[in-house]
């Protein structure tokens, strides 16, 4: 189990208590409980793995990585044999603002939804990453790790029959019981304080509680939809045996849009990547507002204190993974542009499994150069279609 935050030593040193400056009053911290940064991990040993081709870390280092993070996630699940699925309780999601039920002394909250795919979809991937080494290795971390077929046996099931709630018809709950929640008057609160990031202070100094309603400081189960492209969150969910398609992915990104008040950095720059596959003008707004977080210190005193790095690199990632469209499917790099209309013209370097490309797009063409110094060849997807450029050579595609 990795710290939410950590100092020298990598041991957990959140906060278990904070002051709300709103109302002078100190309030129990319980977000030490994000376990969620588990999986944030998981998932960057994966991409990395995926995107650099580099079978000696994954060997030396993101194989045990991995399977001592499915080995947590196992430890924190429970089978409840009434739903036939495996669940997670006493966690906080990305969301922050809830941290457990209306009037309840219990920490934590019950299946959160993102918390509970991104298991199940760490399951998935620590056996293929398991499965991909040579066989000595494999053997090695068995002796070193403890590690028997039962433990693998039970991931195996646990990245099918992990629970994910749902309410109205196809909304992903943010956890459990969520719909019983009560519904926020926004207007109410834009009003009387203009500037309602921070709700869970503002209510907290009313005494009252963002526990109560259905609200986020930032983006929670729209975190999967900017993670994962259409297409591998619908397997995703198709392997647990729930259906989501591209219409539902919709749905759930406008309601939750309609219940979020971006009290995060962090919370403009998803929302603008998944906005640029509905909405290019949108996204561009929530992406200039991230770019200006620190420029002009929009939560208000934050910035003399140290800059947001992790957004400064989403701006980067948004410009690759979001209006590039890049995605890594079935060992190919493929490209889908969503570039708002506001950028005349998109450029980017980028490295793929030691090979150098120049990508562009402008007056509707997506241009791709393969440069020198890497592999003669390299596969690249657009639309439905897979290419295989050759080294010094540039192709371009009508969008």
Do not use: C
Request: no cysteine; glycine share 8%.
């Amino acid at each position: 189990m990795f710290p939410w935050q950590s100092g020298s030593n990598g041991r957990e040193e959140t906060q278990t208590t904070h002051l709300n400056p709103a109302s002078g009053r100190w309030i129990p911290d319980r977000s030490h409980r994000q376990r969620h940064v588990n999986a944030a991990i998981a998932y960057n040993v994966w991409s990395h793995y995926r995107i650099t081709g580099n079978h000696g870390f994954m060997s030396v280092f993101g194989a045990e990585i991995l399977l001592e993070i499915a080995r947590f996630w196992a430890s924190a699940a429970h089978y409840n044999p009434d739903r036939g699925r495996y669940e997670i309780h006493g966690v906080m999601g990305p969301d922050e603002y809830h941290d457990g039920y209306p009037d309840s002394h219990e920490p934590g909250l019950r299946n959160n939804a993102y918390t509970n795919v991104m298991v199940a979809w760490i399951m998935g991937v620590t056996l293929r990453a398991f499965d991909e080494l040579l066989e000595y290795r494999r053997q090695e971390l068995r002796e070193s790790l403890r590690l028997d077929d039962s433990e693998l046996s039970l991931w195996a099931d646990m990245n099918h029959k992990m629970f994910v709630p749902f309410h109205d018809e196809g909304i992903i709950s943010q956890f459990e019981d969520y719909e019983d929640l009560h519904e926020l008057d926004w207007r109410h609160y834009r009003r009387k304080y203009g500037n309602i990031a921070r709700l869970d202070r503002i209510l907290e100094a009313e005494s009252d509680s963002p526990n109560r309603y259905k609200l986020a400081k930032q983006a929670d189960v729209v975190m999967l939809f900017y993670l994962f492209a259409p297409e591998s969150i619908t397997n995703i969910f198709q392997t647990l045996g729930y259906p989501l398609d591209p219409a539902a992915i919709r749905r759930n990104f406008d309601y939750y849009l309609r219940r979020t008040s971006h009290g995060s950095t962090l919370s403009s720059i998803v929302h603008s990547a998944v906005l640029a596959r509905y909405d290019g003008e949108k996204s561009w707004r929530m992406y200039q507002k991230a770019l200006e977080s620190d420029v002009r210190d929009a939560q208000g005193g934050t910035t003399s204190e140290g800059i947001h790095l992790g957004v400064m690199a989403a701006t980067v990632d948004l410009v690759q993974r979001g209006y590039m469209g890049v995605e890594i499917r079935d060992e190919v790099l493929f490209f889908n542009p969503l570039v708002p209309r506001r950028l005349e013209g998109l450029g980017v370097a980028m490295r793929y499994r030691g090979a150098r490309l120049e990508v562009n797009v402008s007056d509707g063409k997506l241009s791709i150069l393969l440069r020198r110094g890497g592999p003669d060849m390299v596969p690249v997807g657009v639309g439905d279609a897979v290419y295989y450029l050759k080294t010094g050579y540039r192709r371009d595609f009508a969008l």
